[in-house]
């Protein structure tokens, strides 16, 4: 098995950890100018490789929606509506609104 066939078999924890002895290793500035281009590349690879491994996550995940119906599966929304985080209101006014989806 080459060693790309190995990358693509190991866990995101996995790539993580040898990632963070990559940094550690460069870091120390005891590595020889071949090795550390070596283990840049390894490094980069390792980047890629959980980026990647976050965005197949990220799409997979889901949040459940309470609804005047019940519970429903959406996709999960990074995106923060600042309008929404900010508004203030007022302590008697009623806050629920028929159309609106809760968020638990």
Same mark, same amino acid.
Request: aromatic share 6%; net charge negative; glycine share 2%.
């Given at each position: 098995? #080459?060693? $790309?066939? !190995?990358?693509? $078999? /190991?866990?995101? =924890?996995?790539?993580?950890?040898?990632?963070?002895?990559?940094?550690? /290793?460069?870091?120390?500035? *005891?590595?020889?100018? =071949?090795?550390?281009?070596?283990?840049? @590349?390894?490094?980069?690879?390792?980047?890629?490789?959980?980026? @990647?491994?976050? !965005?197949?996550?990220?799409h997979k995940v =889901?949040?459940?929606?309470?609804?005047?119906?019940? %519970?429903?599966?959406?996709? %999960?929304?990074?995106?923060?509506?600042? =309008?929404?985080?900010? $508004? &203030?209101?007022? &302590? #008697?006014? #009623?806050?629920? *609104?028929?159309?609106?989806e809760l968020p %638990?």
């Amino acid at each position: 098995m #080459d060693k $790309k066939q !190995e990358k693509n $078999k /190991q866990s995101f =924890e996995q790539a993580l950890k040898r990632l963070e002895e990559i940094v550690n /290793q460069l870091e120390t500035g *005891d590595v020889p100018l =071949e090795k550390s281009i070596e283990l840049f @590349q390894e490094g980069i690879e390792l980047v890629n490789f959980c980026n @990647q491994k976050l !965005e197949e996550v990220k799409h997979k995940v =889901e949040m459940v929606v309470r609804t005047k119906e019940g %519970f429903t599966l959406k996709p %999960f929304n990074t995106e923060i509506k600042e =309008e929404s985080s900010t $508004k &203030e209101i007022p &302590e #008697d006014e #009623d806050i629920t *609104d028929d159309n609106e989806e809760l968020p %638990f």
